[in-house]
Antibody
Framework: QVQLVESGGGVVQPGRSLRLSCAASGFTFRSYGMNWVRQAPGKGLEWLAVIWYDGSDKYYADSVKGRFTISRDNTKNTLFLQMNSLRPEDTGIYYCARSWIKYSGFADWGQGTLVTVSS | QAVVTQEPSLTVSPGGTVTLTCGSTTGPVTSGNYPYWFQQKPGQAPRTLIY???NRHSWTPARFSGSLLGDKAALTLSGAQPEDEAEYYC??????????FGGGTKLTVL
């Protein structure tokens, strides 16, 4: 069955960087678009970024454009989110989610990894 | 900047029917916004229920259905079960590579 396992979360100081990973299994990773979504404590969902199945296109929410970079390694079935210049408002649970097609979309979700930005 | 609007909260009786709606501040919601609906229970990851307005995933119970209702997307729950109590999020696609979640609807089954 489809499994998405996020890792790399933790406590980080404002202005520092963090790299999240999402290990995928149970499906042909290279055939599907992938997303990152976050949820601040007690708040709703916020879409952050999407990457096409082959990495040829990437889109970002305005709130993270220029600071976050989505990427993927189809040889290692892994999705990444490089987060730079972190701010306290970036605190939250970060989820990766698989599309049901090669491009944008949603099907399966991981369980999330918690990022806390605090001094 | 588009804002996706949802009812903050709704209540449905067990076995009853309820419709959640999803609007956009930029104008009518159409199939071109490819509406999605997600369910999230406390302490759990979201789960995708509906994609591209009306399509269920294999795990989506048949009591959930998606549609367009007037100028909005809609999620109808027919025959509500206690386990359907959750937060429900709408998600819309906009031109230029923008995707936006609604603020969520807290559904109570009571």
């Amino acid at each position: 069955q489809v499994q998405l396992v996020e890792s790399g979360g933790g406590v980080v100081q404002p202005g520092r960087s963090l790299r999240l990973s999402c290990a995928a299994s149970g499906f042909t990773f290279r055939s599907y678009g992938m997303n990152w979504v976050r949820q601040a404590p007690g708040k709703g969902l916020e879409w952050l970024a999407v990457i096409w199945y082959d990495g040829s296109d990437k889109y970002y929410a305005d709130s993270v454009k220029g600071r976050f970079t989505i990427s993927r390694d189809n040889t290692k079935n892994t999705l990444f989110l490089q987060m730079n210049s972190l701010r306290p408002e970036d605190t939250g649970i970060y989820y990766c989610a698989r599309s049901w097609i090669k491009y944008s979309g949603f099907a399966d979700w991981g369980q999330g990894t918690l990022v806390t930005v605090s001094s | 900047q588009a804002v996706v609007t949802q009812e903050p909260s709704l209540t449905v009786s067990p076995g009853g029917t309820v419709t959640l709606t999803c609007g956009s501040t930029t104008g009518p919601v159409t199939s071109g916004n490819y509406p999605y609906w997600f369910q999230q229970k406390p302490g759990q990851a979201p789960r995708t229920l509906i994609y591209d307005t009306t399509n269920r995933h294999s795990w989506t119970p048949a009591r959930f259905s998606g549609s367009l209702l007037g100028d909005k997307a809609a999620l109808t729950l027919s025959g509500a079960q206690p386990e359907d109590e959750a937060e429900y999020y709408c998600f819309l696609s906009y031109s230029g590579g923008r995707w936006v979640f609604g603020g969520g609807t807290k559904l109570t089954v009571l």
